[in-house]
């Protein structure tokens, strides 16, 4: 059974640009939860979408935002971006839905995406 | 405030030997708690769970042990060996606002090194 898969692993923005970055869940996973990880404030939970819906939300601003597709992909984009916003973007995907973003040991992690902005 | 944190950045340890990582919370009224190991270049993966009205919890090499006394979350580590090599962290689940609404708080890491 193939993992999570994140694309693209790296990625190199300037800033002001938007960026889409793209999540493939597990087969048959329908929770997909993303997160920021960043060397001074840890990781930190972005939103979670269980069948096409948003359930959870951290506290972002609104130049983060996602979706979810029928098939379970989910993707999370990053309007004018900011040099704070570099940072290792990691989705998660489960087969139910999480508790604030999280479902422990039914939850399984992306390798990331590593954004750089410029 | 509300924090998750580690004691120590960094920890580095014998093989064979036992490790313990470590992490403060400050806020009493967390229901659960969950550790999690880093390799380089990967995600996140669970290591183990503990809820807020349990002390310890043991796992394959691994236990938790949460002191709700002085808000401590304690990751041991038996035999450990070279693959357990990684960043470890905390996260904190608690309820808000009375309601079924929750706050997912992570520490930022223990960097744990085995040397051979």
């Known amino acids: ?118 | 405030g509300e924090s998750v944190g580690l004691h120590l950045p960094t920890l580095s340890v014998q093989e064979g030997d036992n490790s313990i990582i470590n992490c403060a919370y400050s806020n009493s009224a967390s229901d659960y708690f969950i550790w999690y190991k880093q390799e380089s270049g990967k995600g996140p993966q669970f290591i183990i769970d503990i809820r807020s009205n349990m002390d310890k919890r043991q796992g394959q090499r691994v236990t938790v042990l949460l002191n709700k006394t002085v808000k401590h979350l304690s990751l041991q580590i038996a035999a450990t060996q070279p693959g357990d090599s990684a960043v470890y962290f905390c996260a904190e689940i608690r309820g808000v606002s009375g309601g079924s609404n929750y706050k997912l708080t992570f520490g930022k890491g223990t960097l744990l090194t085995v040397n051979p």
């Open chain 1, 1 to 118: 059974k193939a993992g999570v898969t994140q694309t693209p692993r790296y990625l190199i923005k300037t800033r002001g640009q938007q960026v889409t970055l793209s999540c493939s869940p597990i087969s048959g996973h329908r929770s997909v939860s993303w997160y920021q990880q960043t060397p001074g404030q840890g990781l930190q939970f972005l939103f979670e979408y269980f069948s096409e819906t948003q359930r959870n939300k951290g506290n972002f601003p609104g130049r983060f935002s996602g979706r979810q597709f029928s098939n379970s992909r989910s993707e999370m984009n990053v309007s004018t971006l900011e040099l704070g916003d570099s940072a290792l973007y990691l989705c998660a995907s489960s087969s139910k839905p999480t508790i604030a973003g999280l479902n422990t040991d039914t939850q399984y992690f992306g390798p990331g995406t590593r954004l750089t902005v410029l």
